[in-house]
Protein backbone atom coordinates (compact mmCIF):
# COMPACT_ATOMS: atom_id res chain seq x y z
CA UNK A 1 0.00 0.00 0.00
CA UNK A 2 1.10 3.72 -1.09
CA UNK A 3 2.46 5.81 2.11
CA UNK A 4 3.47 9.00 2.51
CA UNK A 5 5.06 11.43 4.98
CA UNK A 6 2.79 14.14 6.27
CA UNK A 7 3.16 16.91 8.51
CA UNK A 8 0.46 17.08 11.72
CA UNK A 9 -0.77 19.64 13.82
CA UNK A 10 1.89 20.43 15.91
CA UNK A 11 4.50 20.14 13.58
CA UNK A 12 5.39 16.69 14.02
CA UNK A 13 5.67 14.39 10.68
CA UNK A 14 4.12 10.54 10.66
CA UNK A 15 3.16 7.95 8.27
CA UNK A 16 -0.13 8.23 6.21
CA UNK A 17 -1.52 4.85 4.10
CA UNK A 18 -3.38 6.57 1.36
CA UNK A 19 -5.52 3.55 0.94
CA UNK A 20 -7.18 3.51 4.28
CA UNK A 21 -6.70 7.15 5.24
CA UNK A 22 -4.75 6.15 8.13
CA UNK A 23 -2.20 7.50 9.70
CA UNK A 24 0.72 6.05 12.42
CA UNK A 25 -0.29 8.71 14.51
CA UNK A 26 -2.91 11.39 15.21
CA UNK A 27 -2.99 14.27 12.40
CA UNK A 28 -3.56 16.62 15.28
CA UNK A 29 -0.10 16.01 16.45
CA UNK A 30 2.34 13.06 16.78
CA UNK A 31 4.14 13.89 19.33
CA UNK A 32 1.90 15.38 21.79
CA UNK A 33 -0.85 12.19 21.32
CA UNK A 34 2.27 10.13 22.32
CA UNK A 35 3.24 12.26 25.16
CA UNK A 36 -0.12 11.82 26.39
CA UNK A 37 -1.42 8.72 25.96
CA UNK A 38 1.64 6.28 26.66
CA UNK A 39 4.28 8.25 28.85
CA UNK A 40 1.74 10.64 31.09
CA UNK A 41 -0.93 8.18 31.29
CA UNK A 42 0.95 5.32 30.81
CA UNK A 43 4.65 5.08 31.53
CA UNK A 44 4.07 8.19 34.39
CA UNK A 45 1.30 6.61 35.61
CA UNK A 46 2.68 3.28 36.51
CA UNK A 47 5.49 5.10 38.38
CA UNK A 48 3.14 7.02 40.27
CA UNK A 49 1.92 3.60 41.82
CA UNK A 50 4.91 2.42 43.12
CA UNK A 51 6.91 4.24 46.37
CA UNK A 52 10.04 6.43 45.83
CA UNK A 53 13.22 4.30 46.47
CA UNK A 54 15.82 6.39 48.41
CA UNK A 55 19.19 5.27 49.90
CA UNK A 56 20.21 8.12 51.89
CA UNK A 57 18.25 10.73 49.99
CA UNK A 58 19.40 9.56 46.73
CA UNK A 59 16.80 8.38 44.67
CA UNK A 60 17.70 5.21 43.19
CA UNK A 61 17.06 3.87 39.25
CA UNK A 62 13.56 2.33 38.93
CA UNK A 63 13.80 -0.77 36.25
CA UNK A 64 10.49 -0.60 33.90
CA UNK A 65 9.31 -3.23 31.45
CA UNK A 66 7.50 -2.15 28.59
CA UNK A 67 6.17 -3.65 25.21
CA UNK A 68 4.97 -1.65 22.37
CA UNK A 69 2.41 -2.98 19.83
CA UNK A 70 3.37 -1.40 16.74
CA UNK A 71 6.58 -0.10 16.86
CA UNK A 72 6.26 1.44 13.61
CA UNK A 73 7.94 5.12 12.80
CA UNK A 74 9.87 4.37 16.93
CA UNK A 75 8.33 7.87 18.26
CA UNK A 76 6.85 6.31 21.39
CA UNK A 77 10.16 4.13 22.28
CA UNK A 78 12.16 7.64 20.97
CA UNK A 79 10.11 9.69 24.07
CA UNK A 80 10.94 6.63 26.12
CA UNK A 81 14.14 6.44 25.96
CA UNK A 82 14.86 10.49 26.46
CA UNK A 83 12.42 9.85 29.52
CA UNK A 84 14.58 7.05 30.95
CA UNK A 85 17.76 9.82 30.61
CA UNK A 86 16.03 12.53 32.46
CA UNK A 87 13.85 10.65 35.18
CA UNK A 88 17.14 7.96 36.26
CA UNK A 89 15.22 5.17 34.48
CA UNK A 90 15.90 1.40 33.59
CA UNK A 91 14.01 0.87 30.82
CA UNK A 92 13.76 -2.82 28.86
CA UNK A 93 12.03 -1.98 25.75
CA UNK A 94 10.24 -4.51 23.17
CA UNK A 95 8.82 -2.98 20.36
CA UNK A 96 6.68 -5.38 17.98
CA UNK A 97 6.23 -4.65 14.30
CA UNK A 98 4.96 -6.92 11.56
CA UNK A 99 5.48 -4.15 8.99
CA UNK A 100 9.08 -2.12 9.51
CA UNK A 101 9.39 1.32 8.19
CA UNK A 102 11.70 1.58 5.30
CA UNK A 103 15.05 3.43 5.53
CA UNK A 104 14.08 6.57 3.38
CA UNK A 105 10.92 6.92 5.28
CA UNK A 106 12.81 7.08 9.11
CA UNK A 107 14.88 9.62 7.31
CA UNK A 108 11.93 12.17 6.45
CA UNK A 109 10.46 11.83 10.11
CA UNK A 110 11.29 14.81 12.17
CA UNK A 111 11.28 14.10 15.80
CA UNK A 112 14.63 14.63 17.00
CA UNK A 113 14.31 18.58 15.85
CA UNK A 114 11.08 18.57 17.40
CA UNK A 115 12.04 18.11 20.56
CA UNK A 116 15.18 20.30 20.34
CA UNK A 117 17.36 16.96 22.00
CA UNK A 118 20.83 16.69 22.58
CA UNK A 119 22.30 14.16 20.73
CA UNK A 120 18.98 13.00 19.57
CA UNK A 121 19.47 12.64 15.94
CA UNK A 122 22.07 9.61 16.60
CA UNK A 123 19.62 7.69 19.36
CA UNK A 124 16.88 8.34 17.25
CA UNK A 125 18.54 6.97 13.85
CA UNK A 126 20.27 4.07 16.86
CA UNK A 127 17.01 3.01 17.36
CA UNK A 128 16.02 2.29 13.71
CA UNK A 129 19.82 1.18 12.57
CA UNK A 130 20.22 -1.48 15.59
CA UNK A 131 19.32 -5.24 14.18
CA UNK A 132 16.28 -7.17 15.00
CA UNK A 133 15.08 -10.06 17.48
CA UNK A 134 18.07 -9.58 19.45
CA UNK A 135 18.42 -6.54 22.51
CA UNK A 136 20.46 -4.05 22.58
CA UNK A 137 21.70 -1.47 24.89
CA UNK A 138 20.96 1.97 23.31
CA UNK A 139 21.88 3.92 26.24
CA UNK A 140 23.10 2.90 29.93
CA UNK A 141 19.66 3.03 30.77
CA UNK A 142 17.93 1.85 27.81
CA UNK A 143 17.61 -1.60 26.36
CA UNK A 144 15.42 -2.16 23.24
CA UNK A 145 14.37 -5.56 21.45
CA UNK A 146 12.93 -5.29 18.18
CA UNK A 147 10.57 -8.27 16.92
CA UNK A 148 8.96 -8.88 13.58
CA UNK A 149 5.78 -10.40 14.16
CA UNK A 150 2.00 -10.80 13.88
CA UNK A 151 0.31 -9.63 17.18
CA UNK A 152 -1.50 -12.95 17.64
CA UNK A 153 2.20 -14.73 17.85
CA UNK A 154 3.21 -13.12 21.08
CA UNK A 155 3.78 -15.10 23.35
CA UNK A 156 5.39 -13.25 26.74
CA UNK A 157 3.53 -14.11 29.85
CA UNK A 158 4.02 -12.00 33.08
CA UNK A 159 6.59 -10.24 31.34
CA UNK A 160 5.91 -6.59 31.26
CA UNK A 161 4.86 -3.58 33.53
CA UNK A 162 3.38 -1.58 30.57
CA UNK A 163 2.33 -2.08 27.24
CA UNK A 164 2.32 0.62 24.85
CA UNK A 165 -1.45 -0.76 22.41
CA UNK A 166 -0.41 1.42 19.06
CA UNK A 167 -2.32 -0.73 16.66
CA UNK A 168 -3.72 0.61 13.57
CA UNK A 169 -7.81 1.66 14.38
CA UNK A 170 -10.22 -0.80 14.16
CA UNK A 171 -12.20 0.99 12.06
CA UNK A 172 -9.32 -0.41 9.15
CA UNK A 173 -8.38 -3.77 11.67
CA UNK A 174 -10.64 -4.27 13.64
CA UNK A 175 -9.01 -8.14 14.05
CA UNK A 176 -6.03 -6.20 16.47
CA UNK A 177 -8.78 -5.13 18.92
CA UNK A 178 -10.59 -8.39 19.73
CA UNK A 179 -10.85 -10.36 23.07
CA UNK A 180 -8.06 -12.89 21.37
CA UNK A 181 -5.71 -10.23 21.13
CA UNK A 182 -6.38 -8.52 24.47
CA UNK A 183 -6.11 -12.48 26.18
CA UNK A 184 -2.02 -12.38 24.69
CA UNK A 185 -1.83 -8.59 26.15
CA UNK A 186 -3.19 -9.97 29.27
CA UNK A 187 -0.85 -12.69 29.73
CA UNK A 188 2.24 -10.61 28.80
CA UNK A 189 1.46 -8.33 31.46
CA UNK A 190 2.75 -8.69 35.45
CA UNK A 191 0.17 -8.30 37.72
CA UNK A 192 -0.35 -4.64 38.62
CA UNK A 193 0.79 -3.98 34.85
CA UNK A 194 -0.93 -0.83 32.85
CA UNK A 195 -2.03 -1.11 29.35
CA UNK A 196 -2.16 2.43 27.48
CA UNK A 197 -4.09 3.06 24.17
CA UNK A 198 -5.12 5.83 22.16
CA UNK A 199 -8.89 4.28 21.31
CA UNK A 200 -11.67 4.74 23.61
CA UNK A 201 -14.22 2.53 21.62
CA UNK A 202 -17.19 0.69 23.47
CA UNK A 203 -16.13 -2.80 21.71
CA UNK A 204 -12.43 -2.25 22.66
CA UNK A 205 -13.23 -1.64 26.31
CA UNK A 206 -15.62 -4.38 26.42
CA UNK A 207 -13.39 -6.60 24.74
CA UNK A 208 -10.33 -5.34 27.18
CA UNK A 209 -13.23 -5.87 30.51
CA UNK A 210 -13.83 -9.43 28.94
CA UNK A 211 -10.70 -10.79 29.51
CA UNK A 212 -10.08 -9.82 33.01
CA UNK A 213 -8.79 -5.84 32.73
CA UNK A 214 -10.20 -2.98 35.07
CA UNK A 215 -10.63 -0.31 32.21
CA UNK A 216 -10.85 3.30 32.64
CA UNK A 217 -11.51 6.15 30.00
CA UNK A 218 -9.62 9.30 30.50
CA UNK A 219 -9.38 12.33 28.58
CA UNK A 220 -7.52 12.16 25.07
CA UNK A 221 -4.75 13.94 23.47
CA UNK A 222 -5.62 16.80 21.14
CA UNK A 223 -8.28 16.27 18.70
CA UNK A 224 -9.38 13.15 20.66
CA UNK A 225 -12.16 13.19 23.43
CA UNK A 226 -11.06 10.04 25.18
CA UNK A 227 -8.71 7.24 25.30
CA UNK A 228 -8.49 3.83 27.66
CA UNK A 229 -6.33 2.87 30.24
CA UNK A 230 -6.25 -0.77 31.35
CA UNK A 231 -4.84 -2.20 34.16
CA UNK A 232 -4.11 -5.84 35.55
CA UNK A 233 -5.28 -6.96 38.70
CA UNK A 234 -2.91 -8.08 41.30
CA UNK A 235 -3.38 -12.05 41.80
Not at 23 to 32: C, D, E, M, P, R
Not at 61 to 67: D, E, M
Not at 169 to 191: D, Y
Request: net charge negative; aromatic share 12%; no cysteine.
Amino acid sequence: MKRQIITTGDGSKTIQIEEWNEQYHSVHGAIQEAKHVFLKHGLHYFLDQGQVVNDGGKTLSQNVSILEIGFGTGLNAFLTLLESRSNNLLIDYVGIEAYPVSETEISELNYPDQLQSEKGSDLFERLHQVSWEKPHLITSGFQLTKIQKFFHQITFKETFDIIYFDAFGSRVQPELWTESIFEIMFLALKSGGVLVTYSAKGSVRRAMQAVGFLVEKLPGPPGKREMLRAVKPFS
